[in-house]
């Protein structure tokens, strides 16, 4: 089966830039994350999507942030104005639903750099 | 709050040595515990969960882990390391909404 694919792979914006970045889950997978990963540190959700609705986003500074699934399957994550703690690698995964025996599968990443 | 530790940062061995990298866990409830790996510039690869059963956990690669629930452990095992097994790897805990909580990961490095 195809992965979980994000692009781009590579962004680097200036601060108080905006950026978007986006993820196709693996078909048929309901849920859908979105973590953000620091240099040095484990990745961190950021949103959770369960189809099309929001099942967490408490992680997301909705100042900056924001995320919508149409149709409960592409996402796209958006951050607005960027700044420079922003710099990190953006990974999304998919899972067929949040039932522990199910695995996340995770994309490369997005790795942002904020200058 | 749900939680995870991995105590080391970095892990040396030498190839053909057997390896453990640590992971402590805090959960209230059942626990279900997951490894992943990293390679550099790339996402976070599957490598074996515990939901329930078997204290010992066969996943890919040849790696195990062992479920200690007295001790609160989860340590990643492996008989006999390979250059290649020299990876970023995390160990997590899921929650009953379906995601993952991340230790901050530790760096397995293996010398021939």
């Known amino acids: 089966e195809a992965g979980v694919a994000q692009s781009p792979r590579y962004k680097i914006i200036e601060k108080r830039q905006s950026v978007a970045f986006w993820c196709n889950p693996i078909?048929?997978?309901?849920?859908l994350y979105w973590y953000q990963q620091i240099l040095g540190q484990g990745p961190k959700l950021l949103i959770q999507f369960q189809n099309n609705g929001v099942v967490d986003d408490s992680q997301l500074p909705k100042d900056r942030f924001s995320a919508e699934r149409l149709k409960g399957v592409d996402s796209t994550l958006k951050i607005q104005p960027a700044k420079l703690e922003d710099s990190a690698v953006y990974l999304c995964?998919?899972?067929?639903?949040?039932?522990?025996?199910?695995?996340?599968?995770f994309g490369n990443g997005t790795r942002l750099t904020v200058t | 709050a749900q939680s995870v530790a991995q105590p080391e940062d970095q892990v040396n061995v030498a190839e053909g040595n057997p390896l453990t990298v640590k992971c402590t866990y805090s959960v209230s409830g059942n626990p279900y515990l997951f490894w992943y790996v990293q390679y550099p510039n790339r996402g976070l690869q599957f490598l074996l969960k515990?939901?329930?059963?078997?204290?010992l956990v066969k996943g890919s690669y040849g790696f195990e882990a062992e479920f200690n629930k007295s001790q609160t452990s989860f340590h990643l095992k492996k008989p006999s390391a390979l250059v290649s097994d020299s990876a970023l790897y995390f160990c997590?805990?899921?929650?009953?909404?379906?995601?993952?909580?991340f230790g901050q990961g530790t760096t397995l490095q293996v010398k021939p």
């Open positions: 078909s048929g997978h309901a849920t």
């Open positions: 997590a805990v899921r929650e009953h909404t379906g995601k993952l909580i």
């Open positions: 995964a998919s899972s067929l639903g949040k039932e522990p025996n199910s695995p996340l599968h």
């Open positions: 515990y939901i329930t059963g078997d204290n």
